[in-house]
């Protein structure tokens, strides 16, 4: 018979920042490793298999797959948790950092859709992190839950406006780079 599990709120708290800073890491390694190579900065570390290039959200994928499953049948605790959770945020970091690619098969890499989607995984990991829990806050502070929904609502329409102009000053640029690199 399977023994239970337990996991205090203060665990699921330190896991979810310990995600939060791998996810975070590993896009923006992704992003300066892919810029420098694309700038012929530094060599061309990509993987290709019978002359096609193997992006990483590949390796993310299969990494996701490896971690759940060891979530799943292991149910780590302590240390091997917390490694489980790095290899998690390592994991989505790999994996969303070209979710524009899974939108639009074949398109350009520095799609903003990507950008978009971190922000978005970034935030999720952020509230699991340090919020306390939304049932709670919504039961004993609702008005404190509504100013952080109008909060959150208005960062990212600021992002969005931000990264469209973000993208008209910069995005011809990454596009031409980006074409240059194709071998």
């Not at 791998?22 to 390694?29: M, Q, W």
């Not at 012929?40 to 959200?57: I, S």
């Not at 999720?124 to 992190?129: A, I, N, P, Q, T």
């Amino acid at each position: 018979m399977a023994s239970a599990h337990h996991l205090t709120r203060e665990t699921a708290h330190k896991l979810a920042r310990l995600a939060l800073f791998s996810f975070l890491l590993t896009f923006i390694l992704a992003r300066v490793f892919v810029f420098l190579i694309m700038a012929k900065a530094m060599p061309n570390l990509y993987f290709f298999m019978g002359g096609t290039h193997v992006h990483h959200l590949n390796y993310g994928i299969f990494l996701l797959s490896a971690v759940a499953g060891y979530s799943v049948f292991r149910r780590p605790i302590g240390r091997a948790a917390e490694i489980t959770a790095l290899l998690y945020g390592v994991a989505m970091g790999l994996t969303f950092d070209e979710f524009g690619m899974w939108l639009h098969l074949g398109g350009s890499y520095w799609q903003r859709a990507s950008v978009d989607a971190v922000i978005v995984i970034g935030a999720l990991f952020g509230l699991l992190s340090f919020a306390r829990t939304l049932k709670r806050l919504e039961k004993h502070h609702f008005w404190l839950f509504l100013i952080l929904l109008v909060a959150v609502l208005g960062f990212s329409t600021a992002i969005f406006v931000a990264g469209n102009r973000l993208g008209d000053l910069m995005g011809q640029s990454l596009h031409d780079l980006e074409s240059a690199s194709s071998p």
